[in-house]
């Protein structure tokens, strides 16, 4: 967005620190960190997919996704309110790559099932014609779907990661078989439960496979939060 400045502030940080006038600026604090901390731990856990998808952007948009997740809690006083008592659900539809959202990219229908029970999160899509339902970028000529299914406890600030993929699938006319990608984690868990999906481009060059234009055309969605119980 260009270059920004900003002006150096006289208040002393012991006066912020401890005079009353400033309680609201302590408690927005303290909140923003809280959601930098757990933005963080959500980058952590689906980090191995950024490098294909994620735009430069992508750290502050989803923590600012997180204050909206804390600020919905409506149990914890000002100041005290997390992302356990918050609406993790808030998160739901968030996209890691603004250049390339999911829903701009597959025209697949497909569906989603969460078994807490069992610890399954689980996508599939019905076959289709890739080059009728995927918008890919030119010079494409293979794809792949990724599926990454978590389990994340933001207060212990650890996670249960299981991840699945297709095999390279040639971008044509040929209908597809049916996708189904089943990731486990914890069973029984009562901690909130992420399943995120993306679709990677590749073009084929001498038997060797290239990622297209850096993953730019990548997609990456959060597509189901389960909040927990």
């Keep these: 967005d260009g270059f920004m400045a900003r002006e150096k502030t006289s208040i002393d940080a012991q006066r912020i620190a401890n005079d009353p006038a400033f309680q609201r600026t302590r408690e927005n604090g303290a909140e923003f960190g809280r959601a930098g901390k ?12 950024f490098k294909n998808s994620a735009d430069s952007r992508m750290s502050s948009r989803l923590t600012k996704a997180m204050v909206k997740v804390i600020q919905a809690d409506t149990v ?30 597959l025209f697949a229908p497909f569906e989603i099932t969460v078994d807490r029970v069992a610890g399954e999160l689980t996508f599939s899509i019905e076959s289709f014609v890739p080059q009728t339902m995927l918008a890919a970028p030119g010079g494409t000529t293979h794809f792949k779907v990724v599926s990454i ?23 044509d006319n040929t209908p597809t078989v049916l996708i189904t990608q089943t990731n486990a984690v914890t069973a029984a868990s009562t ?5 995120v999906i993306g679709i990677e481009f590749y073009q084929e060059i001498n038997n060797d496979m290239y990622p297209l234009k850096n993953g730019i055309s990548n997609p990456l969605s959060l597509i189901k939060v389960d909040g927990g119980v």
């Design 38 to 49: 757990a933005s963080k731990l959500v980058r952590n856990v689906f980090r191995p997919y």
């Design 76 to 105: 914890s006083i000002r100041g005290m309110r997390n992302v356990i008592d918050g609406e993790a659900e808030l998160l739901q539809g968030f996209e890691f790559n603004n250049r390339s959202t999911l829903n701009a990219t």
């Design 191 to 195: 901690k909130p439960l992420f399943l």
């Design 149 to 171: 299914g978590a389990e994340i406890n933001f207060e212990s600030e650890t996670f249960d990661v299981a991840t699945s993929e297709t095999a390279m699938l040639p971008y």
